[in-house]
C-alpha cells in the first residue's frame, strides 16, 4: 500500500449517551475510490464529518500524509465534502459557486477564469453557467456540488451519499461520470454509500459499517464472493445459508455437517473441528452439471424474470428454500414442480463462524432473500 | 469571535434592561435602608392612585370587549365566506394598528367634540336633539380610540386560529343536530380559545399601559398618567416606583400566561389546514357584506381620516367638514424650529436604535441559532423580554436609574433614546434573523469551510447575502416604529432641544391656534413614512405584510 493517504486510528464518538461511532480504524490510499457502505443510520455520515472537521471525534487520531490533524479546523484541512443534499448557495450562480474556492485563494482573474471553464467543461456545466441554483435539474445541480469541491484539487474528496437524490438513470449516469471524473483527476475520494450495487460497481476498496463499527475491509471482489460474516453476506448481495458443524478437513477441503448433508469449502484453515459456523453459496455460484461434492436435490418452486437471468426458487426435500440464478437461455425451461439437482464447487462455498450477535442487515429487496429455517 | 458576540449582546442587554429595572425594586420596597411593604401599601391609601388603577382596568376591559365585538366577526366574515374584495379587506383592516391612536386623537377630538364634526352632522339630520357627549369624561373617547386601533390584534389573532382549525369539527356537531349558535359556543370558540386569549392579554396590556392618547384628551385618571406624573416629583414622592411595578408584574404574567395557552394547546398544530375557500353568498348578501365592511372601514381609519382633514383645514368651526383648505400647517412642520428639531432629532435616534438593532439582532440570532452554549437560554429570554415589558415602564426605569449619571436624560437623552428604541424592538429583530439563520442549512457554510474559507470569510461571503433582505427588512420597520415611538419619548425627552417627533406633536397639539393642525401635518407625515417603509420592507422580504405584527 504505497502513498499512505488518510488513516484513522480508534475514531469513537457519541451523541448524549448513543454511541455512533464505536473505534473506527481504516486506511485508505492514494488515488482511489474508497466506500463506505452500511445501512442509514450506522454512522457514515458522522464518520465524514469528522474526517472534514466538523465533528470533533471524542477519541482517535486522524492522520492525513502522516500528519495528525484531528485538531486542525476544518477550513485548514484541505478537505472537500459533496453533501448529501448538495449545499449549493443559492445567491451565486454556478459559475460563482464553481469559482469560490478559487477566489478565495486570490489567484489571478485569468487563472481563475481558465480553471473554472475547464471544470465546468468537464462537468457539462458549460451552458448553465449564469443559472442559479434554484434553475438547474437534479443531476446538474449534483455536478455544480462535484466542480465545486474538486475545482479546489483537495487532498482528499468526500462524497455523501451524492446520488442518493437522483433517478435511477440518472444515477447510473452520475456513477460513470464521477468513475470518469476520478480517474481524470486522481482524487483520492471517499464515497458513503448504503447502496451496495453502487459500491460493488464504483469502488477500489470498500468498508462495511453496521452500527458504528466496521466489520469487513476489501477489495468489491474479496467484500462479495468472501464476506467475512453473516452481515456482510446477508447486506452485500444475496446469500443462501446452512447452519452446521466442522466435522474435519480431507484433501484441503473443509467439511461441514448440515441438515443438508456433507458440504465441503476449500480454505478455512482458521476453522477447528466441531466449531458451529454458518456455510452457503451465492444464488449464482450453482453449476447444473453433477458434481462431486455439494450435490442438492431439489423440486423447482417458483421462477421469475431477473436482470438479465432468471430467479429460480427450490426447496430441498428437508424443506429449505433456496434462490438459484441461472442463464436466461437455461432457466426459462424450468418449471415449478419439476426436479431440480445442482451442484456448488466447494472454491465457491462461504463459511464464517456463527455468529449470533451479529444482526443480519435489513434488506430492502426483501424477495431477493431465500427463505432460511 | 462568538464569545465577544455573547460578552457585548449581554453587556447591553444588561446595562439598558436588566439594571434599570432591577433598580426599581429597592425603590419600592427599601425605605431607609430597611425592607417595607409602606411603599405598597401606600398606594392602597391613596384615593386618585385608586381611582386611576380602578379607571385603568375599567379602559382595558371595555377595549377588551370592544376589539372582541369587532374582530372576532370580522374574522369569521374574512375567513368564512367567499366574495368579491376579500383579499382587500383582508389587508385594509390591519391598517387602523398602524399609527398609534395618540396621533389619531388629535383629530377625534374635533370629530367626537360637543360641536365636532359628528354631533353637526346628526343634528343636521335631525337624527339627535341635541349633542350627544361623546368624549364624555374622557374614558369612553380613550377607549373608542383604542378599540379602533386595536382590533385588528384580535381580528388577526382569530383569523389565523380559524385558518387551522379543521371545519369538519362544527360539521360533526351540524350532523348531530346542532344549531348554529350551539355549534359556535360549544365547538368553534372553545378551538379558538387560545387564539382569542393570546388576544386579550396583548390588547389588555397594550391599553392598560398607552400613555399618549390620555395625554391627548388630558384625562389624568389613569395609571400610565400617573407614572407619567410621578416623574417629576419621584425623588419626594416613591408612589411611581410601586405603580410600575404593577405595571410591570401584570404585563408579565398576562405574558406568561398568553405563552402557555399558546404553548399547551394540543389541537393548534399538525391540522391540516382547511381550503381557504368558503361558503359562497348571494349576490345581495355580498352586496350587505361589502356595505357592512366598507362602514366599519371607514368608521376605524376616521382617526386617520380625521387628522389628513385637520392637516390641511385652515379654518373648522362649527362646521361637520373645514371651510377653508391649505397646506399651511405642512409649510409650518418644515419652517418651525420645534418640528425641524423634532425631525432632525427623531431621524438622528432612530437611525442609530437602527443600526444597533441590526448589529446586536444579527449577532444574538446567530448565537442563538447556531451555537449551543450555556446561558443560550438566559439569552433567549432577555432578548425577548421586552415584548412583556411596556415602554412607559421602562421608559420610567431609564429616567431613575439613569438620574444622576453621566446618561441622564434631564440633561442629555440621546443615549437612553436610542438605547430605549432598539431594546424595545430588538425582540422582533432577534426573532427574524434568528428564524433566517434556521431556514440556512449549516452545510451551506461547511461547504464553505471546507474549500478552505475561514469562519469571518464564510460570514461575510455566504451567510451575510442570505440573510441582508430580512436584516434590511427588519431594520426598516424599526426605523419606522422608532420613528413614531411615544410613551418612551415622551417620558425621557425633556429638554425641547432633544424632543422627537412623538413629544413634538404632543406639544403642538396642546397648543392653542394651529397647534393640532401642524401636530396633524407632522402625524400625517409620520404615517407616509410607514407606509412607504412597510411597502419596503415587505418587497425586500418577500412576505406578506402582517407578519410584522404576529405578536406571539
Ligand atoms: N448531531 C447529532 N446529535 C445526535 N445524534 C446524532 C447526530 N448526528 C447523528 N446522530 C445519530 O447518530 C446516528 C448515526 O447518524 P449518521 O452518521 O447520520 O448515520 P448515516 O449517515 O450512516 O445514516 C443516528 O442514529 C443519528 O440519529
Ligand atoms: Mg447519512
Known amino acids: ?373 | 469571535m462568538k464569545k465577544g458576540l455573547l460578552s457585548f449582546s449581554l453587556l447591553f442587554l444588561g446595562f439598558f434592561l436588566v439594571y434599570p429595572l432591577l433598580w426599581l425594586l429597592p425603590q419600592s420596597f427599601l425605605s431607609g435602608g430597611r425592607f417595607t411593604l409602606r411603599i405598597l401599601s401606600s398606594l392602597l391609601s391613596n384615593s386618585l392612585i385608586l381611582q386611576s388603577l380602578l379607571n385603568s382596568f375599567l379602559l382595558a376591559a371595555g377595549t377588551i370587549v370592544g376589539t372582541s365585538l369587532i374582530g372576532i366577526p370580522l374574522a369569521i366574515l374574512l375567513t368564512r365566506y367567499q366574495f368579491s374584495g376579500r383579499r382587500f379587506f383582508q389587508v385594509l383592516f390591519v391598517l387602523p394598528m398602524l399609527v398609534s391612536p395618540f396621533v389619531g386623537a388629535i383629530g377625534m377630538q374635533q370629530i367626537l367634540a360637543r360641536f365636532g364634526s359628528l354631533n353637526l352632522l346628526l343634528l343636521r339630520l335631525k337624527l339627535i336633539p341635541a349633542p350627544v357627549p361623546w368624549l364624555g369624561s374622557g374614558l369612553l373617547g380613550i377607549a373608542i380610540l383604542q378599540t379602533l386601533h386595536l382590533y385588528p390584534i384580535m381580528y388577526l389573532n382569530i383569523s389565523a386560529a380559524l385558518a387551522n382549525f379543521d371545519r369538519s369539527a362544527e360539521e360533526a356537531a351540524a350532523s348531530l343536530g346542532a344549531s348554529s349558535w350551539q355549534n359556535f359556543r360549544t365547538i368553534t370558540f372553545p378551538l379558538l380559545r387560545p387564539g382569542y386569549f393570546a388576544a386579550c392579554s396583548i390588547i389588555f396590556v397594550w391599553s392598560l399601559t398607552d400613555l399618549g392618547t390620555p395625554l391627548v384628551f388630558e384625562y389624568p385618571q389613569l395609571l400610565p398618567v400617573q407614572i407619567f406624573n410621578a416623574i417629576t416629583d419621584i425623588n419626594v414622592n416613591p408612589a411611581g416606583y410601586s405603580l410600575v411595578l404593577v405595571v410591570l408584574i401584570l404585563s408579565a404574567l398576562f405574558f406568561i400566561f398568553t405563552r402557555q395557552v399558546v404553548e399547551r394547546t394540543p389541537y393548534t398544530t399538525g391540522r391540516t389546514p382547511v381550503s381557504e375557500q368558503g361558503h359562497i353568498l348571494s349576490r345581495r348578501a355580498q352586496k350587505l357584506l361589502i356595505a357592512g365592511l366598507s362602514l366599519l372601514a371607514v368608521i376605524s381609519l376616521l382617526p386617520h381620516l380625521s387628522i389628513i382633514l385637520n392637516s390641511f383645514s385652515q379654518r373648522w368651526f362649527f362646521s361637520i367638514l373645514p371651510s377653508k383648505y391649505s397646506w399651511r400647517s405642512y409649510q409650518a412642520v418644515f419652517h418651525h424650529r420645534l418640528t425641524r428639531t423634532g425631525i432632525v432629532n427623531s431621524l438622528f435616534y432612530s437611525s442609530l436604535a437602527t443600526v444597533t438593532d441590526i448589529l446586536l439582532g444579527l449577532a444574538i440570532g446567530y448565537l442563538l441559532a447556531r451555537w449551543s452554549f450555556r446561558g443560550r437560554f438566559l439569552l433567549d429570554a432577555l432578548a425577548m423580554a421586552p415584548l412583556a415589558i411596556p415602554g412607559i415602564a421602562l421608559a420610567f426605569a431609564y429616567c431613575t436609574a439613569f438620574s444622576g449619571t453621566p446618561l441622564d436624560p434631564r440633561k442629555n437623552p440621546v443615549f437612553l433614546l436610542i438605547a430605549i428604541y432598539s431594546v424595545r424592538r430588538l425582540p422582533y429583530l432577534v426573532r427574524s434573523t434568528y428564524a433566517n439563520f434556521q431556514q440556512l442549512n449549516e452545510n451551506m457554510e461547511e461547504a464553505s469551510a471546507s474549500l478552505g474559507a475561514n469562519p469571518g470569510t464564510t460570514f461575510r461571503r455566504i451567510l451575510l447575502p442570505l440573510i441582508v433582505p430580512g436584516l434590511l427588512a427588519g431594520g426598516i420597520m424599526v426605523f419606522a416604529f422608532s420613528m413614531l415611538e411615544v410613551s418612551s419619548s415622551l417620558v425621557l425627552a425633556f429638554r425641547e432641544k432633544f424632543f422627537p417627533i412623538s413629544k413634538v406633536i404632543y406639544i403642538l397639539a396642546g397648543r392653542l391656534t394651529d397647534g393640532p393642525n401642524v401636530a396633524s401635518a407632522l402625524g400625517v407625515l409620520g404615517l407616509l413614512l410607514l407606509l412607504v417603509c412597510l411597502g419596503g420592507a415587505s418587497r425586500l422580504a418577500g412576505r406578506r405584510l402582517t407578519d410584522f405584527f404576529k405578536t406571539t
Request: proline share 6%; glycine share 10%; charged share 20%.
Open chain 1, 1 to 373: 500500500m504505497d502513498n499512505l493517504i488518510l488513516s484513522l486510528e480508534n475514531i469513537s464518538k457519541r451523541f448524549g449517551a448513543t454511541p455512533v461511532l464505536k473505534g473506527i480504524t481504516l486506511t485508505v490510499a492514494g488515488n482511489e475510490i474508497f466506500f463506505l457502505l452500511g445501512p442509514s443510520g450506522c454512522g457514515k455520515t458522522t464518520l465524514l464529518r469528522i474526517i472534514a472537521g466538523f465533528c470533533q471525534p471524542d477519541s482517535g487520531r486522524i492522520l492525513l500524509d502522516g500528519q495528525d490533524i484531528t485538531g486542525v479546523p476544518a477550513h485548514q484541512r484541505h478537505i472537500g465534502l459533496v453533501f448529501q443534499n448538495y449545499a449549493l448557495w443559492p445567491h451565486l450562480t454556478v459559475w460563482e459557486n464553481v469559482a469560490y474556492g478559487l477566489k478565495l485563494r486570490k489567484l489571478p482573474e485569468k487563472f481563475v477564469h481558465q480553471r473554472v471553464e475547464e471544470m465546468l467543461t468537464l462537468t457539462h456545466l458549460l451552458p448553465q453557467k449564469n443559472l442559479y441554483p434554484s434553475q438547474l435539474s437534479g443531476g446538474q445541480q449534483q455536478r455544480v456540488a462535484l466542480a465545486r469541491s474538486l475545482i479546489v484539487r483537495p487532498r482528499l474528496l468526500l462524497l455523501d451519499e451524492p446520488l442518493s437524490n437522483l433517478d435511477a438513470n440518472l444515477r447510473e449516469q452520475m456513477r460513470q461520470e464521477i468513475k470518469k471524473i476520478q480517474k481524470e483527476t486522481g482524487i483520492t475520494m471517499i464515497y458513503v454509500t448504503h447502496d451496495q450495487r453502487e459500491a460493488l460497481t464504483m469502488a477500489h476498496r470498500l468498508a462495511v459499517m453496521n452500527a458504528g463499527e466496521i466489520v469487513q475491509t476489501g477489495t468489491p471482489l474479496q467484500i462479495y464472493f468472501e464476506p467475512g460474516n453473516r452481515f456482510v453476506a446477508d447486506f452485500v448481495g444475496t446469500v443462501n445459508l446452512l447452519a452446521g458443524k466442522v466435522s474435519g478437513f480431507e484433501t484441503g477441503l473443509l467439511q461441514v455437517e448440515t441438515s443438508e448433508g456433507l458440504l465441503r469449502a476449500t480454505g478455512g484453515g482458521d476453522f477447528s473441528s466441531g466449531q458451529a459456523v454458518e456455510i452457503g453459496f451465492r444464488p449464482e455460484s450453482i453449476s447444473l452439471r453433477p458434481g462431486q461434492s455439494n450435490v442438492f436435490r431439489t423440486t423447482v418452486t417458483e421462477t421469475e424474470i431477473g436482470e438479465g437471468i432468471m430467479r429460480v426458487m427450490a426447496t430441498s426435500p428437508g424443506g429449505r428454500n433456496f434462490l438459484l440464478h441461472l442463464p436466461l437461455e437455461t432457466g426459462r425451461k424450468l418449471q415449478a414442480g419439476q426436479n431440480l439437482i445442482f451442484s456448488v464447487p466447494p472454491e465457491r462455498m462461504i463459511v464464517f463462524p456463527l455468529s449470533p450477535s451479529v444482526p443480519s442487515a435489513v434488506k430492502r429487496n426483501g424477495r431477493d432473500k431465500p427463505h432460511l429455517p
